[in-house]
């Protein structure tokens, strides 16, 4: 049996700190979502974004954000008054929407200039996010092509030492992505399908007119 070479805590407050010291040094961490676990870093730590680009082995394509509240994902993204509706109707929940990036965002994070957001339903992430500035680069922890983990040892399957720590906290609930949808045209795009549903969400949009 191969020995694993990554750090792997428990998602306890001694867990939550270490994890959270990691990303403060301009680590690379992954932790447990409400859907499948993350793979994450200070967003706007350059660096450590490039190091999070390689571990997962994804090229220069953006990268997601979780955020604590919809407060953080302004500090990242511009609302519009439909996404603002949508997100207060669906947030914490498996929904990552893409928005119009802030001009402080890294073009590495938003090579086009936007950013997927989304506040997950899930109390360790949540406390996580919160010893973290509110804020989480949000990738799937997974290699590029492969399927997400959804828990610590599938992290260190997929990832082992690309990654300097993995909070262990137990199997992600939905063991799904999130729905992702496309909010910066004039109409809702569905990027990806997941747990919400396209009529539901186009249901709040209407109400939202």
Same mark, same amino acid.
Not at 55 to 69: D, E, F, N
Not at 84 to 101: C, D, N, Q, T, Y
């Given at each position: ?8 805590? #428990? ?31 200070? &967003? *706007? ?6 190091? +999070?680009?390689? +571990?997962?082995?994804?090229?220069? #394509?953006?990268? @997601?954000?979780? =955020?604590?509240?919809? $407060?953080? +994902?302004?500090?990242?993204? *511009? *609302? ?5 509706? %949508?997100? #207060?109707? *669906?947030? &914490? ?12 965002? !890294?073009? %590495?994070?938003? @090579? $086009? ?6 506040? @997950? ?26 399927? @997400? ?5 599938? =992290? ?8 300097? =720590? ?6 992600? &609930? ?5 729905? =992702? ?13 997941? !747990?919400?549903?396209?009529? $539901? ?9």
């Amino acid at each position: 049996m191969a020995i694993s070479l990554v750090r792997v805590v #428990k998602a306890d407050l001694d867990g939550l700190s270490i994890a959270a010291n990691t990303v403060a040094k301009g680590g690379i961490i992954c932790y447990p979502t409400d859907t499948v676990y993350g793979l994450g870093c200070d &967003p *706007f730590n350059l660096s450590a974004v490039e190091k +999070a680009m390689m +571990a997962k082995g994804r090229g220069t #394509k953006a990268m @997601p954000v979780l =955020v604590h509240c919809i $407060e953080d +994902a302004e500090r990242l993204v *511009f *609302f519009s008054e439909a996404a603002k509706r %949508i997100a #207060k109707r *669906f947030w &914490p929940g498996p929904l990552s929407i893409v928005l119009p990036a802030r001009e402080s965002v !890294p073009s %590495i994070l938003a @090579p $086009e200039r936007t950013v997927a957001v989304r506040s @997950p339903n899930h109390a360790i992430c949540h406390q996580l996010l919160v010893l973290c500035s509110g804020m989480l680069v949000g990738t799937s922890a997974n290699r590029a092509g492969s399927q @997400p983990a959804t828990s610590a040892d599938d =992290v260190v399957e997929q990832l082992d030492d690309c990654v300097d =720590v993995v909070l262990d906290g137990g199997k992600s &609930p939905m063991r799904v992505a999130s729905t =992702v949808i496309d909010l910066t045209k004039q109409q809702l795009v569905v990027l990806r399908e997941g !747990p919400i549903g396209k009529t $539901e969400i186009l249901r709040t949009l209407r109400n939202s007119r």
